[in-house]
């Protein structure tokens, strides 16, 4: 149950009508999620998705699959249960779910030598963003990182640390396996641009 119900209501015809179809075009129930996106969308939801958009499908040296890896990775240390699931789904689609596994456990020995790098860094960012310093990003730039991939990572922790904090205030339910399998096949296929 979401509970700030303020989110139930208001939404645009157009919005109304995807949410009340939306089983039937994905084959299970619109995640909480679209309802905050479709609250005052044209304040929030159309901003914030073209903004998730460009950060998560724009062009980057990292790829999808890594860049959702990322999001469910700060998704897990701010411990937000709805955000890490369906970014681990997507995650998982594009990279095989054992790799996110490992990555999200701490193991991550399966990723790439970079994206392994850039974990330790992301979690510090995420969890004491105050305490990053110059020599985090000399580390990252001796393996190889670039600095336009270090920005693009720190986009991620910014783009889903707001999201944690909304979508847990306003008391999103976990998705169900049925709305994670076709949620994570919709984003991975079309994104996030509603």
């Not at 779910?97 to 330790?120: F, M, T, Y």
Request: net charge positive; with cysteine; proline share 3%.
């Amino acid at each position: 149950m979401i509970r700030l119900e303020v989110v139930r209501s208001g939404h645009a015809l157009k919005h109304k009508l995807m949410l009340g179809l939306g089983r039937f075009v994905i084959g299970a129930m619109p995640p909480d999620i679209l309802r905050i996106l479709f609250h005052r969308h044209a304040f929030f939801g159309k901003p914030v998705g073209l903004l998730t958009q460009a950060v998560l499908r724009g062009p980057s040296d990292w790829s999808v699959g890594e860049r959702e890896l990322f999001a469910a990775y700060v998704s897990a240390k701010n411990r937000c249960r709805f955000c890490a699931g369906a970014h681990c789904a997507v995650a998982g689609r594009a990279l095989g779910r054992d790799v996110v596994d490992d990555a999200i456990s701490g193991q991550a020995v399966n990723l790439g030598a970079k994206a392994k790098a850039i974990l330790p860094f992301l979690e510090k960012l995420t969890l004491t963003p105050e305490r990053v310093a110059a020599e985090d990003v000399k580390v990252l730039r001796a393996v190889g990182i670039s600095d336009d991939a270090i920005v693009d990572v720190a986009y991620v922790a910014m783009l889903f640390s707001m999201y944690n904090r909304i979508v847990d205030a306003v008391g999103c339910e976990t998705m169900d396996s049925k709305q994670v399998d076709a949620v994570s096949k919709m984003l991975l296929e079309k994104g996030y641009d509603l």
